[in-house]
Antibody, heavy 119, light 106 residues
Framework: QVQLKESGPGLVQPSQTLSLTCTVS????????VHWVRQPPGKGLEWVGA???????DYNSALKSRLSISRDTSKSQVFLKMNSLQTEDTAIYFC?????????????WGQGVMVTVSS | DTVLTQSPALAVSPGERVTISCRAS??????MHWYQQKPGQQPKLLIY???NLESGVPARFSGSGSGTDFTLTIDPVEADDTATYFC?????????FGAGTKLELK
């Protein structure tokens, strides 16, 4: 069955770099795109970026200068790197699979990983 | 970016019918989807393409709309439906989410 699982450090110091991994199973990264979505505590969902099934990437314009998304298809892993972290980046980070036939929507989500930016 | 506007909160009694609205700042055709999120959990897909029920989701949930105005309906509401409901559009780049509507049961 389809599964996604995020992993990474729970605490990052301000100005440092965040590295997260999304490990997927039950589908191929060359068949489905994977997106990152984040949610600050008690707030709504914000689209962060995506790596499309073809390998190209797309980023939230507000984060683009600090953000990089890549993948290792042989390991079924997607990576998020965000530098110059600020306290406003404190959030739960989810990875999610995009279903891309007829309609594009997020059909499977990881459980999320809480990232706190604090010294 | 396409802004999606939702009412912040609703309170209804079990057994009632509730409609949750989402208005887009520009047309998204039928590229609108609805998710349910309970505290401490990831979002769960309910409706895709404005009106299509995701497999496994109870038929009490339905969606309608096209263009800029969309509605998620729950009829009848059950206690387990207490959650925050988000709309999300995938018609225009970048994908955007509404701020969410928190549904509480009386």
């Amino acid at each position: 069955q389809v599964q996604l699982k995020e992993s990474g450090p729970g605490l990052v110091q301000p100005s440092q770099t965040l590295s997260l991994t999304c490990t997927v199973s039950g589908f191929s990264l060359t068949s489905n795109s994977v997106h990152w979505v984040r949610q600050p505590p008690g707030k709504g969902l914000e689209w962060v970026g995506a790596i499309w099934s073809g390998g190209s990437t797309d980023y939230n314009s507000a984060l683009k200068s600090r953000l990089s998304i890549s993948r290792d298809t042989s390991k079924s892993q997607v990576f998020l790197k965000m530098n110059s972290l600020q306290t406003e980046d404190t959030a739960i980070y989810f990875c999610t699979r995009e279903f891309e036939i007829y309609n594009n929507y997020f059909d499977y989500w990881g459980q999320g990983v809480m990232v706190t930016v604090s010294s | 970016d396409t802004v999606l506007t939702q009412s912040p909160a609703l309170a209804v009694s079990p057994g009632e019918r509730v409609t949750i609205s989402c208005r887009a700042s520009e047309s998204v055709s039928t590229g609108m989807h609805w998710y349910q999120q309970k505290p401490g959990q990831q979002p769960k897909l309910l409706i895709y393409g404005a009106s299509n029920l995701e497999s496994g989701v109870p038929a009490r949930f339905s969606g309608s709309g096209s263009g800029t105005d969309f509605t998620l309906t729950i009829d009848p509401v059950e206690a387990d439906d207490t959650a925050t409901y988000f709309c999300q559009q995938s018609w225009n780049d970048p994908y955007t989410f509404g701020a969410g509507t928190k549904l509480e049961l009386k």
